[in-house]
């Protein structure tokens, strides 16, 4: 149930996606905050070894450390139900702080490595109302990924990278049903994927750029407390699993400088149609015959993120920054639910770095990420959990604080 848990929150957590399409955080450093994750061709600090460790090649040598906090706060989403206004209610109010650290290696010959440990998905929704605690008391994800780097410079204009991810994940599950049933699952996981990166110079102020991160199955398995109070309070402990996909991403970007400005633009793809339904498998007998044992269909599709961002050096000690981003869901609204009420989204991000001394910069970075509203008409005699109304006020703002340091 561990993993069980860990895969549903993590697919909810696209929640994560917090702030990104599903359950993803494409936002793990400062100047990816600043510039709405609109940092792949540009990546340029130490940072790049998460983001693009093909460009490590191309960084001036010596060794760069960051390290970054994010906190990240999500207000109440509302919900106003169509059929019957006892079933309103609002999220409970989340609040996170996201610590990040990256690294980049002096250049060894040709080669140069990196090291990235980032939180890049997770999830939190938690509802207090009786009607949203049928399926969705609380649903939180913990991810967390360890990342070394390599790349190798082929020649002036041309380099490649690849790393290794270590992703550990943690969840907990809750769902409450008066005098039906209470179910609770905590669940972790270690689980291991890949990511590749290219970058080419035709000219000096052109960089174009490629990376992609694979799926990382998650194999989930943990506990789980369940009492059915039909006809009696009965309760049903012992072992549950299941697999759910962190899905696999693809970038392609292209960032121009001209004098002290450089423009960058981002297409992203996250292949989230790997994850086409959700199957809790129950060690007791029992729980695994009733609804909560139940495959259930999830049917996500593929998705595109545009992103924009600009940055100006305004002086030898400031730059600031600044990006947008258009992020489009992939859950299909016949199997959106509680747990993750998730919805296009447009991102307005700020920032700015200021070198202190010629070694250690320090910067600071906002972002606000609106998604728009939605409604679904889901709930029926066979799902009588689900929502048939609307969403509002679902959003997220970020900010980062960051420690740069060139040895």
């Not at 992609?212 to 407390?225: C, E, M």
């Not at 009492?227 to 970038?251: E, M, Q, R």
């Not at 005699?381 to 740069?404: C, E, I, M, Q, R």
Request: proline share 4%; hydrophobic share 40%.
């Amino acid at each position: 149930m561990k993993q069980t848990v860990r895969v549903a929150t993590l697919l909810s957590l696209s929640a994560a996606t917090l702030l990104a399409s599903g359950y993803r955080i494409p936002e793990q450093s400062l100047n990816s905050v600043a510039l709405s994750a609109a940092y792949v061709a540009g990546a340029n600090g130490a940072d790049a070894s998460y983001y693009n460790p093909a460009n490590m090649s191309f960084m001036e040598n010596g060794a760069f450390t960051e390290v970054a906090m994010t906190y990240i706060n999500l207000p109440k989403v509302k919900y106003t139900d169509a059929l019957n206004s006892a079933y309103n209610g609002d999220s409970k109010e989340e609040q996170f702080l996201m610590p990040n650290l990256h690294y980049v290696s002096p250049m060894m010959g040709n080669w140069r490595y990196g090291l990235s440990i980032t939180a890049p998905a997770g999830l939190s929704k938690r509802w207090d109302e009786t009607f949203q605690k049928m399926s969705a008391e609380e649903f939180t994800l913990k991810v967390i990924e360890v990342n070394p780097t390599a790349s190798y410079l082929v020649n002036d204009q041309f380099s490649v990278g690849f790393g290794l991810r270590g992703v550990y994940t943690s969840g907990k599950i809750k769902a409450f049903r008066a005098g039906s049933y209470e179910n609770s699952m905590d669940a972790d996981s270690i689980d291991f994927g890949y990511n590749l990166a290219l970058s080419y110079k035709p000219i000096k102020e052109l960089t174009l750029a490629a990376t992609y991160r694979s799926k990382v199955n998650l194999t989930v398995d943990g506990d789980a407390q369940t009492t059915f109070y039909i006809p009696a309070a009965t309760p049903f402990n012992g072992g549950v699993k299941t697999h759910i996909p962190l899905p696999a991403s693809l970038a392609l970007a292209a960032a121009y400088t001209i004098d002290k400005t450089t423009a960058e633009f981002v297409y992203e793809r996250t292949y989230w149609s790997a994850y086409d339904s959700l199957d809790f498998q129950f060690d007791n007998a029992t729980a695994e015959a009733s609804a909560l044992g139940a495959v259930k269909p999830k049917n996500w599709k593929d998705v595109n993120a545009y992103r924009i961002g600009l940055s100006h050096q305004c002086t030898d000690n400031l730059k600031m920054m600044a990006g947008f981003a258009i992020d489009k869901s992939p859950t299909p609204d016949n199997t959106l639910g509680f747990e993750l009420p998730d919805s296009d989204a447009k991102l307005y991000s700020v920032g700015f770095e200021y070198k202190l001394s010629q070694n250690l910069k320090v910067g600071l970075a906002y972002l606000y990420d609106i998604k728009e509203d939605r409604t679904v008409t889901n709930r029926s005699g066979s799902n009588p959990a689900a929502p048939y109304g609307t969403f509002t006020d679902s959003s997220a703002h970020l900010v980062t604080a960051s420690f740069k340091y060139k040895f």
